[in-house]
C-alpha cells in the first residue's frame, strides 16, 4: 500500500527554521517525484515545487523560490522542506505528494502538516 | 503565476448533475491534456479524482467525470449524494511552471 506519512504539527516563533518530513512507503521512492503543496488557513491549494528523489533535482514555484529548500534522503525515502527564517505567514497546511513526471497528478497525498508562527 | 478561474460555489439538489469549470490560458490548460482535479473534504487531505483531463483512478465513482475545450476544462457530477459536498480544484501542466491550481470551488448539495 502506498503511503506518504508526514511529521506532526509545528508551533515555532517568528524567525525560527523548521524542517517537515514526508516519508514514502509502499513504492519505489526514487522512481517518483515529491510535491509540495501549500494551504494557508480557509485557502486554496498553492503548489510550491517538486523534488526528484532519483537526483534530486528541484524545480521551485516562483512565489518560493528562496523562501523553501527541498531535500531528500534516499536512504530513508523521506522528503523534507525546509523554511529557514519563519514569519508568521507561513502559518498554514502543508502537504506532500507524489507524482510520475512534472505535470502529472498527484496520486498519493501525505496527511498534513500544520505549521503555526506566532510570537 | 496566475490561477486558474473556478467558479468560488455550485450547488445542486440531490440527484442533480453539477458541472464546475475550471478556465486557463493557451500556456496551460489550453496547450496541454494534464488537467486534474481533486476533492478536498474539511479536515482532510485532497484527493485525486480526475487525471489528464477525463481519467478516473481506481476506486472513483464513475459518477465524476471531466472534460475540455480549449482554454476550459469541466469536472461534472452526476447523480449528486450529500457526501459529494466538498470543496473541488483543479490543476493544470503550465507552460512556465509544471502546475497551476484553480482558486477552488465549494459544492453544496441542497
Known amino acids: 500500500e502506498v503511503q506518504l506519512v508526514q511529521s506532526g504539527a509545528e508551533v515555532k516563533k517568528p524567525g525560527e527554521s523548521v524542517k517537515i518530513s514526508c516519508k514514502g512507503s509502499?513504492?519505489?521512492?526514487?522512481?517518483?517525484?515529491i510535491a509540495w503543496v501549500r494551504q494557508m488557513p480557509g485557502k486554496g491549494l498553492e503548489w510550491m515545487g517538486i523534488?526528484?528523489?532519483?537526483?534530486?533535482?528541484?524545480r521551485y514555484s516562483p512565489s518560493f523560490q528562496g523562501q523553501v529548500t527541498m531535500s531528500v534522503d534516499k536512504s530513508t525515502a523521506t522528503a523534507y522542506v525546509q523554511f529557514s527564517s519563519l514569519r508568521a505567514s507561513d502559518t498554514a497546511m502543508y502537504y506532500c505528494a507524489r507524482h510520475w513526471s512534472p505535470g502529472s497528478a498527484f496520486d498519493y497525498w501525505g496527511q498534513g502538516t500544520l505549521l503555526t508562527v506566532s510570537s | 503565476q496566475s490561477a486558474l478561474t473556478q467558479p468560488a460555489s455550485v450547488s445542486g439538489s440531490p440527484r442533480q448533475s453539477i458541472t464546475i469549470s475550471c478556465t486557463g490560458a493557451s500556456g496551460d490548460v489550453g496547450s496541454y491534456d494534464y488537467v486534474s482535479w481533486y476533492q478536498q473534504h474539511p479536515g482532510k487531505a485532497p484527493k485525486l479524482i480526475i487525471y489528464?483531463?477525463?481519467n478516473r483512478p481506481s476506486g472513483v465513482s464513475n459518477r465524476f467525470s471531466g472534460s475540455k475545450s480549449g482554454n476550459t476544462a469541466s469536472l461534472t457530477i452526476s447523480g449528486l449524494q450529500a457526501e459529494d459536498e466538498a470543496d473541488y480544484y483543479c490543476t493544470s501542466y503550465s507552460s512556465t511552471n509544471p502546475y497551476v491550481f484553480g482558486a477552488g470551488t465549494t459544492v453544496t448539495v441542497l
Open positions: 523534488i526528484y528523489p532519483g537526483d534530486s533535482e528541484t
Open positions: 509502499g513504492y519505489k521512492f526514487t522512481s517518483y517525484w
Open positions: 489528464e483531463v477525463s
